[in-house]
């Protein structure tokens, strides 16, 4: 059986052009920190040139651009070039996060939760600290 959870964090995201922060939605279900490509060319990012093909909640197939950002901040905690997925972020989605009271540019994945040392409790729906897992 396969748990997801989602929590609510904090965020600064700081690209090449300047930084943006809010809330976001973290789901335990994304392996990318998903971010729409409007804040993309806000902050600005830097493409690996990477195409990535990644499936919402929603079921919606969304077509994006692997990308670099100069750093992203989760609850103080922060990570320099992040490694996030760039895309046009469908719009059933972006009313889904409004109706959660968070940012719907941005939806936070495991692989910035890992590198940070967070993790989703799901019972609280809020970040803890997290050892990393190593599976052998």
Request: hydrophobic share 45%; aromatic share 4%; charged share 25%.
């Amino acid at each position: 059986m396969c748990l997801m959870g989602f929590a609510k964090a904090e965020f600064k995201l700081t690209g090449d052009r300047e930084s943006v922060g809010g809330l976001a939605l973290a789901d335990s279900g994304a392996w990318y920190t998903v971010i729409d490509r409007g804040l993309a060319e806000k902050v600005g990012v830097r493409y690996t040139g990477l195409k990535i093909v990644l499936t919402s909640f929603s079921g919606h197939r969304i077509d994006c651009h692997e990308a670099v950002l100069n750093s992203i901040t989760l609850e103080g905690k922060a990570a320099p070039s992040e490694l996030v997925a760039i895309c046009s972020i469908p719009n059933p989605v972006r009313e889904l996060l409004r109706r959660q009271e968070v940012d719907d540019q941005i939806v936070i994945g495991v692989h910035t939760l890992e590198r940070l040392g967070l993790a989703i409790d799901l019972h609280t729906h809020r970040l803890i600290e997290s050892p990393g897992i190593l599976m052998i």
